[in-house]
């Protein structure tokens, strides 16, 4: 007696095999985890960007709230904690890259930390009332920059070649005191609105192009053994 197997038994093992994609440096295939890590980089951006934008809309409606200070604090501590996972799962060719933008972001979060347990003002109100204070938690939007950089040159964006100027000017501004009100205003608006808009493009973006060549991951890191 034969057994046979049901036509749609070979379509269902033919839909479990991985896609082969070809790399610069060979084939690759794109797996469960590959995509798991996509979404957690883009889940991360979609929450900084919610929290920045809230926080900036407060500012703009609600400038003389006295929990303002506090508010902002806390959307700034869950856009720290959002922009860090992101950074964990974000896929950049250079690793040297990927490590100093996450070193950046650990020294601006260090920094944020020491303000809120040695300021007695809210973190936000201290940073804005103290520009200098923006040399150690101004390496946290470095870091950002960074991922619109990447975004920029990767994907050509325009909402990310606007943003990569767009928050160093604004900070630097702020810093040397060399900018109107009515122009920082401006840019936080500019920057609030186009991360949203960025969020929300890379939400709906296939995944994997954020991926990448996976076959130059594994090249550079036989290069690197070879080096070693």
């Known amino acids: 007696m034969t057994s046979s197997v049901p036509e749609s038994e070979p379509h269902r093992i033919e839909q479990a095999q991985p896609e082969l994609y070809q790399g610069q440096f060979g084939p690759f295939t794109i797996t469960a985890h590959d995509r798991r890590e996509v979404i957690y980089y883009r889940s991360g951006l979609a929450i900084a960007a919610l929290c920045f934008a809230i926080a900036t809309a407060l500012i703009f409606i609600q400038k003389d709230a006295p929990w303002l200070g506090t508010a902002l604090s806390l959307l700034y501590g869950g856009f720290v904690l959002a922009l860090g996972g992101s950074l964990i799962t974000i896929h950049i060719y250079l690793a040297s890259l990927h490590r100093l933008l996450q070193i950046f972001w650990g ?58 100027p767009i928050v160093p000017l604004l900070l630097v501004g ?13 840019f936080l608006g500019l920057w609030a609105v186009l991360m949203l808009v960025f969020a929300c493009r890379k939400a709906v973006q296939p995944i994997p192009p954020d991926i990448g060549d996976k076959s130059v991951f594994t090249y550079l890191r036989e290069q690197k053994g070879q080096r070693a």
């Open 107 to 164: 020294i601006g979060a260090i920094a944020s930390l020491a303000i809120v347990l040695k300021s007695s003002e809210p973190l936000a109100i201290a940073v804005y009332a103290h520009p200098v204070l923006l040399l150690g938690v101004g390496f946290t939007f470095a870091a950002l920059t960074g991922i619109f950089f990447k975004e920029a040159f990767c994907f050509n964006r325009l909402e990310t070649k606007l943003l990569t």
């Open 174 to 186: 702020h810093l040397l005191g060399i900018m109107p009100v009515g122009v920082e205003k401006t």
